[in-house]
């Protein structure tokens, strides 16, 4: 069974992320009420309160996860409050729609294909001026040793250090705005500043040569 599809029913009395800590890492990314927000890895929707205080009560969140068991805990915790949940994996699969904010929370270890992956949600999913959001409200070399112990159990990267991270996106053509890392948490800011056809055929060339 997949790891996160097992987990899904125990994940919220085993995980207790720091709310003062959320605050602090979304206030980067300067949601403001009406912006459009994809949540990628939405997992039982953990962000999905914190974004909606910022966008207000009518703007549609669409949230993404490949686990179908957390999708489903999410989407029973939050029914009838204007989140859209796809069952999809963004590394595989194409996603509908362009957005103002995309946010990444406790999920970039678990991609195969990292670079790849967030510069195809920047090109195809973000609008220009949009933000896309790389968030862990723990350190980096916590959440490695963490990631370590589960590696027979779920695939992971050990994170890079945050100034490394930001530099293959930049080698790629991607814009960072920001990016830091302490003990306590772990964070990179893209933003789009490239239009249409342009902007996907640079980054295109950058990483397939």
């Given at each position: 069974?997949?790891?996160?599809?097992?987990?899904?029913?125990?994940?919220?009395?085993?995980?207790?992320?720091?709310?003062?800590?959320?605050?602090?890492?979304?206030?980067?990314?300067?949601?403001?009420?009406?912006?459009?927000?994809?949540?990628?890895?939405?997992?039982?929707?953990?962000?999905?309160?914190?974004?909606?205080?910022?966008?207000?009560?009518?703007?549609?969140?669409?949230?993404?996860?490949?686990?179908?068991?957390?999708?489903?805990?999410?989407?029973?915790?939050?029914?009838?409050?204007?989140?859209?949940?796809?069952?999809?994996?963004?590394?595989?699969?194409?996603?509908?729609?362009?957005?103002d904010a995309i946010l990444l929370y406790s999920v970039f270890p678990h991609f195969r294909y990292p670079v790849d992956t967030i510069a195809r949600l920047v090109t195809d999913n973000l609008r220009c001026g949009g933000r896309l959001l790389i968030a862990h409200?723990?350190?980096?070399?916590?959440?490695?040793?963490?990631?370590?112990?589960?590696?027979?159990?779920?695939?992971?990267?050990?994170?890079?250090?945050?100034?490394?991270?930001?530099?293959?996106?930049?080698?790629?053509?991607?814009?960072?705005?920001?990016?830091?890392?302490?003990?306590?948490?772990?964070?990179?800011?893209?933003?789009?500043?490239?239009?249409?056809?342009?902007?996907?055929?640079?980054?295109?060339?950058?990483?397939?040569?």
């Amino acid at each position: 069974m997949n790891f996160f599809d097992e987990m899904a029913g125990v994940w919220d009395r085993t995980s207790h992320p720091d709310a003062g800590q959320i605050d602090h890492i979304l206030s980067v990314v300067h949601l403001s009420p009406g912006e459009t927000v994809l949540d990628v890895g939405t997992g039982t929707g953990v962000m999905i309160p914190y974004i909606r205080r910022r966008v207000g009560p009518y703007t549609p969140i669409v949230a993404v996860d490949s686990s179908e068991k957390m999708l489903r805990e999410a989407s029973l915790r939050y029914a009838g409050e204007g989140v859209h949940f796809i069952h999809a994996d963004v590394e595989r699969d194409r996603l509908a729609g362009h957005f103002d904010a995309i946010l990444l929370y406790s999920v970039f270890p678990h991609f195969r294909y990292p670079v790849d992956t967030i510069a195809r949600l920047v090109t195809d999913n973000l609008r220009c001026g949009g933000r896309l959001l790389i968030a862990h409200t723990q350190g980096r070399q916590h959440l490695n040793q963490i990631h370590e112990r589960l590696l027979s159990r779920v695939f992971s990267r050990k994170l890079l250090p945050v100034d490394e991270q930001a530099e293959a996106f930049s080698r790629v053509g991607l814009t960072v705005s920001s990016f830091g890392e302490t003990d306590e948490y772990y964070y990179i800011l893209l933003q789009r500043v490239g239009v249409g056809r342009e902007l996907s055929v640079a980054v295109a060339e950058a990483i397939y040569g």
